[in-house]
């Protein structure tokens, strides 16, 4: 019986191997034939020692995340190999670049050929198959079902803002004394997060019975491990780790019960998705879908892109504020034209200097600062081949374009010399294109753009309208912080006097 199988047996081999080579003979030659229609030629290959697996590389990357130089050693390794170069880590090809045409290519041009693989093993147990982590028709339909929620009228309604940052305000010390913004800003975040999606905020500003303690720190962890999951690549199924999924349990049960309300709420109520006069962004989502499991990714998805971004934003506007007097004092000019009013929307969007500010901040601290994108098919980037850069450059299927936005935004030769400093006024003439992209840019741009802008600068204003004097308590440079978004590793210590 073996021996009468056994022909049989190297037969099929045999095909099979003759099959697996001419397919990569025939997937060779078509590649060339594309490559050299579009005039294409090799971008420059980072040296590296084997390029199988490409563990220096990877250690190189972790020995940078653990000292917080991740994004100084990738700006210092384009500095030294070019805009556009390609590497291998985890077993993975990647095209690292930074060229602005590059970018309009892969997040708009050729939005078609490029996906996210990766985030969705990364993320997925945190945030389900929502608007963040989807592809393709899924993610099509998580946008149309998302964006009415981003209309004009929902951006320019404050009032859920305003207890919130009474409740901050009223935590900060009027004597001069030292206060660390930072975590004050991720609890204010998260409280006016959760107001505006769940219709009830989880207060963690004011800890009442721990369940709000517990929601924040679960999420707070559940996030900071989100990075760490992306980086094992293809290998994230070997990431073990109970108090992650614990953290991401307790989240969902939670989420769980708002979902629950919010089905059975809008079935009393039909198209009256205001809760107490308030809008609620899950009774508007309900209205669309009936599914619990994709309303909790979708809130999970917002809850996540918009929590952590929106502190990080508001931390580092203080940091730089608070080290940079004179556009502090130009700035109270500004909030001190408002006579003390509650700013709204119209308000807000006069606020020149305001807007430059927070500009200038996103240019040298982008809150998502890495990014990357996986070819679906067979592409090509337009420049960045070839000796002098300049020509298409060949992206095979399966392999992945990652950029690094803070270095693309403190590039010299795109915002000039003074690139490394921090100067809001040449943003009254600046107007950068593809070469600033702190929201991402093309159909995937961050739908919760405005709202951000509005919610920080509402903030801003009425911090300012509280204290007139702020001072910086912290002498050490500012070192990065990567969690789910970027901070500040040393916090935001400053002190305000009234
Ligand atoms: C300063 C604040 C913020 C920054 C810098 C920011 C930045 C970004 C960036 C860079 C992306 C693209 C991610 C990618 O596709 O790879 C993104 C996507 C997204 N952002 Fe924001 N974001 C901010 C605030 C917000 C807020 C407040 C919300 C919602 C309330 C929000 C909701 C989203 C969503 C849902 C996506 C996914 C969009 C999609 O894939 O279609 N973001 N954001």
New binding site residues.
């Given amino acids: 019986m073996l021996n009468r199988l056994n022909p049989l047996f190297a037969l099929v081999l045999i095909f099979s191997i003759l099959y697996a080579l001419l397919r990569k003979v025939y997937l060779s030659l078509s590649r060339q034939k594309f490559s050299s229609k579009h005039g294409c030629k090799p971008a420059l290959r980072l040296p590296q020692r084997e390029r199988l697996i490409g563990f220096d590389l990877l250690k190189e990357q972790m020995l940078a995340a653990k000292n917080h130089k991740l994004l100084e050693t990738m700006r210092n390794r384009s500095a030294k190999y070019g805009n556009t170069y390609t590497a291998t880590m985890m077993g993975q090809s990647y095209i690292v670049t930074n060229e602005p045409e590059n970018l309009k290519a892969v997040l708009a041009m050729n939005f078609q050929d490029f996906g996210?693989r990766g985030r969705k093993e990364s993320f997925g147990p945190l945030l389900g198959n929502g608007?963040?982590t989807s592809d393709g028709k899924s993610?099509e339909h998580?946008?149309a079902l998302?964006r009415p929620s981003?209309v004009k009228a929902q951006v320019s309604n404050f009032d859920i803002f305003e207890n919130h940052i009474q409740s901050l305000i009223s935590l900060l010390p009027r004597d001069f004394s030292t206060v660390d913004l930072q975590p004050l800003f991720f609890r204010l975040t998260l409280d006016s997060?959760t107001e505006?999606l769940f219709g009830e905020s989880v207060d963690s500003l004011h800890v009442h019975d721990g369940s709000q303690e517990t929601f924040a720190s679960a999420f707070d962890y559940a996030s900071s491990e989100i990075p760490k999951r992306y980086r094992m690549g293809p290998f994230v199924a070997l990431y073990r780790n109970k108090r992650f999924f614990e953290s991401c349990k307790l989240l969902h049960d939670f989420v769980d019960g708002f979902v629950e309300k919010a089905l059975t709420e809008t079935t009393k109520r039909g198209e009256q998705t205001e809760d107490k006069g308030r809008y609620v962004f899950l009774y508007e989502l309900a209205k669309a879908t009936r599914d619990p499991i994709q309303l909790r990714a979708e809130v999970m998805?917002?809850l996540l892109?918009?929590r952590d971004?929106?502190a990080?934003?508001l931390s580092l506007v203080f940091f730089t504020l608070a080290r940079n007097p004179m556009v502090f004092a130009k700035l109270r000019r500004e909030v001190d034209e408002l006579g003390g009013k509650k700013p709204d929307y119209e308000m807000l969007r006069q606020m020149r200097y305001l807007k430059d500010i927070l500009n200038e901040v996103?240019r040298l601290y982008?809150?998502?600062p890495n990014?990357s994108r996986y070819a679906l098919r067979d592409t090509m980037l337009p420049c960045g081949g070839g000796p002098d850069g300049k020509s298409p450059v060949f992206v095979a299927r399966g392999q992945i374009v990652t950029y690094c936005v803070y270095d693309l935004h403190r590039r010299r030769d795109l915002y000039g010399a003074d690139a490394d400093q921090f100067r809001p006024e040449r943003w009254e003439s600046l107007r950068p294109g593809w070469a600033y992209?702190?929201?991402?840019g093309g159909?995937?741009?961050?739908?919760?753009?405005q709202?951000?802008?509005m919610?920080?600068s509402y903030m801003v204003v009425r911090i300012l309208q509280t204290f007139r004097g702020l001072e910086s308590r912290d002498t050490e440079e500012w070192k990065e912080n990567l969690s789910a978004t970027l901070s500040s590793l040393n916090g935001v210590k400053v002190a305000f006097s009234v």
């Fill in positions: 996210l608007i963040f993610w998580s946008r998302i981003f997060a505006y998805s917002i892109a918009g971004s929106t990080s934003l996103l982008p809150v998502v990014n992209l702190p929201f991402n159909p995937r741009v961050c739908i919760g753009q709202f951000a802008l919610e920080v």
